[in-house]
């Protein structure tokens, strides 16, 4: 089984910036559309940014001109610089990919979430 590891959370003052990354381990896989999530204290896992398996981005409202999602086909990984931060960026950040399993005769598709990364943004 694939598996996706998160890395770069931590805390930081507003205005600061953090970068996060994710990297799929395994074999026999390619990876589809990637993204971030976040869930904040009392409240509902929500997309941060995703990356499609053509390079193709969209970002939530919040993030737009402060976030920048990017992956690196060759290391199969994906990330997020958190530039600008604010107190309401605070929560777990967790990756999500589409792994595509190889497989001989036809593919299969699971999607799979990493354990998060904490990051707090303080005042």
């Known amino acids: 089984q694939v598996q996706l590891v998160e890395s770069g959370g931590g805390w930081v003052q507003a205005g600061g910036s953090l970068r996060l990354s994710c990297v799929a381990s395994?074999?026999?896989?390619?990876?589809?559309?990637m993204a971030w999530y976040r869930q904040g204290a009392g409240t509902q896992r929500e997309l941060v940014a995703r990356?499609?398996?053509?390079?193709?981005?969209n970002y939530a409202d919040s993030a737009k001109g402060r976030f920048t999602i990017s992956r690196d086909y060759a290391r199969n990984t994906v990330d997020l610089q958190m530039n600008s931060l604010k107190p309401d960026d605070t929560g777990t950040y967790y990756c999500k990919a589409d792994i595509i399993y190889v497989r001989a005769i036809i593919d299969e598709r699971i999607t799979t979430w990493g354990q998060g990364t904490r990051v707090t943004v303080s005042s």
């Open positions: 395994g074999r026999g896989f390619r990876l589809g559309d």
């Open positions: 990356i499609t398996s053509g390079g193709i981005t």
